[in-house]
């Protein structure tokens, strides 16, 4: 391990700024997180054994229900033992409960989602190269269910730590570093995130060497084996401050600039301690998915792949849109048809209010939804509605007049946008999506927001389950530009999910 340099050397005051502001240390990241796991582990181990064993009671329910048991009957039990303790496995090797993926995204549903197609493809393969008698009916119904809970019991125990770090507990203590410019954004986003679990508590900034001695030189003590290298210094007290500050975690942000053997000497340091080193590259609003890491002869190159608005994977998600808004349309047509009287009984005009949209690469469509407003309130400007603190890109009015008592209703739970599955269904939308604009939103439009025309428009997306109308222009706009460019059928799942939630609490809709 590096030797480290001395509290009171010169060169490392000079180079190194602490911001005040550090907090008592709370509980370690060593014992909490094995709180996770172990729930983790729980939540596993009901839902895999709630699946097989519910599967077996409907496929074999005869031999459950008629004693005594046969051989067959106890050669099924045996797998269906087995098939628990292989599933359990196969998600720890795909390491589904790693505690640092617990709460982002789509990425610790896709693990669940390739742990279990990957152990039934390996039955599936197995069974038909040694010719085994496998019940096809138990694995249709222990996959789906199983999947089903493994994604249930992660909620629960995402919502658990949530709730624990919007209380302040169960959070690693970060120490950031970065340059003389800063990281303010990457400050900002861990300190608005409390579920995201890190609490910064301290900011290490490294100062240019140039800037102190133009010359290069410095004051060092006799034999340092870094004398002249001032930087190197500060970079060497980097771990020894952290761990003064009882931190876990250190990020080195994009504004610090460490070359090679500075970020080496970090990683060094840091061997046989309990801390983690994060590194957050300048690249921003890219997902995981689309990052591929190389190495060429020992140099890591970041591979950004690029995004995918055509292919396989847009096929799947048009047979997902069709299949999906043809359930829906069936489901709900009693819902349909009685919002459908109410508001044909509660004020004179249409039912449907038919509205031009742009779509995909700036196509007119017809836009369907249930009518909220008053006849012909589509000739009134919101502008002289409302004068003062009205969000002119998004022509919405917190209190819009021209809206109808029903009409109120519908908007507060998004029931007025159900008739779009027909527009899911004709192609002209999709179920998850950049939200439809308007052709006089999209004239305003910058040249960079002319991207989120790049695939088809959505009956929900990042924007509703996110604060719906109470965001920004700017705040939609990153939403939407965000998800045409990290696009995935798992991200696509996750945001239908948590749109069920968002609008059965009406929050964020006028």
């Not at 570093?177 to 990457?186: K, M, V």
């Not at 689309?290 to 055509?310: A, D, I, N, Y």
């Not at 009693?334 to 700036?362: D, E, F, K, M």
């Not at 799942?493 to 009406?506: D, E, P, Q, S, Y």
Request: hydrophobic share 45%; with cysteine; glycine share 8%.
């Amino acid at each position: 391990m590096a030797a480290t340099a001395p509290a009171t050397h010169q060169p490392v005051r000079r180079l190194v700024e602490v911001r005040p502001g550090t907090r008592p240390i709370t509980t370690p990241a060593g014992h909490w997180l094995s709180t996770v796991r172990r729930r983790l582990l729980i939540s596993d181990i009901l839902a895999v054994g709630a699946a097989t064993t519910v599967a077996a009671f409907l496929r074999f329910r005869e031999a459950f229900l008629q004693p005594p048991l046969t051989g067959y009957d106890v050669a099924y039990i045996g797998f269906w033992l087995l098939l628990s303790v292989l599933w359990l496995t196969v998600l720890a090797g795909f390491n589904t409960r790693d505690p640092r993926v617990l709460g982002f995204g789509a990425d610790e549903y896709g693990r669940l989602v390739k742990a279990t197609l990957w152990l039934f493809g390996a039955i599936a393969l197995v069974s038909y190269l040694g010719k085994l008698e496998v019940a096809r009916g138990y694995l249709l119904l222990a996959f789906p269910l199983g999947l089903v809970l493994l994604m249930y019991g992660r909620k629960k125990v995402r919502d658990w730590l949530n709730a624990r770090r919007s209380a302040g507990e169960l959070l690693h203590r970060v120490v950031i570093i970065s340059g003389t410019a800063g990281d303010p954004r990457l400050l900002s986003e861990l300190n608005t995130t409390p579920t995201a679990g890190f609490d910064v508590i301290d900011t290490i900034v490294l100062g240019d060497p140039a800037a102190v001695d133009p010359a290069g030189r410095t004051e060092v003590s006799p034999g340092d084996v870094r004398a002249g290298d001032a930087r190197m210094n500060a970079v060497h007290a980097i771990v020894p401050r952290a761990r003064a500050l009882g931190a876990d975690t250190i990020i080195i942000g994009a504004s610090a600039r460490l070359a090679p053997e500075e970020l080496r000497q970090v990683g060094w340091a840091l061997e046989g301690l309990d801390v983690d080193l994060i590194v957050a590259p300048s690249v921003t609003e890219i997902a995981g998915p689309r990052l591929r890491v190389h190495t060429v002869e020992g140099l890591p190159l970041l591979h950004l792949e690029q995004p995918q608005f055509s292919g396989p994977a847009r096929v799947l998600k048009r047979v997902f849109d069709i299949t999906g808004s043809l359930v829906a349309l069936i489901v709900l047509s009693p819902l349909l048809a009685v919002i459908a009287l109410a508001v044909r009984v509660s004020s004179p005009g249409p039912v449907v209010y038919r509205q031009t949209r742009l779509g995909q690469g700036g196509t007119h469509f017809t836009c369907f939804k249930f009518r909220t407003m008053v006849v012909h309130a589509d000739r009134v400007d919101p502008r002289t509605l409302a004068p003062q603190g009205f969000e002119a890109r998004l022509f919405k009015l917190p209190r819009d007049p021209r809206v109808t008592p029903i009409g109120r209703f519908l908007r507060r739970f998004s029931l007025d946008e159900l008739p779009q599955f027909l527009n899911v269904l004709r192609g002209e939308m999709s179920l998850v999506g950049p939200r439809p604009p308007l052709e006089r939103e999209v004239a305003r439009y910058e040249e960079h927001e002319h991207r989120r025309l790049l695939v088809k428009p959505g009956l929900t997306g990042l924007w509703q389950i996110s604060g719906r109308s109470n965001l920004s222009w700017e705040d939609t706009v990153r939403l939407d530009l965000y998800y045409v460019e990290n696009w995935s059928l798992t991200l696509d799942l996750l945001i239908l999910a948590r749109t069920v939630a968002v609008v059965a609490r009406g929050e964020g809709a006028y």
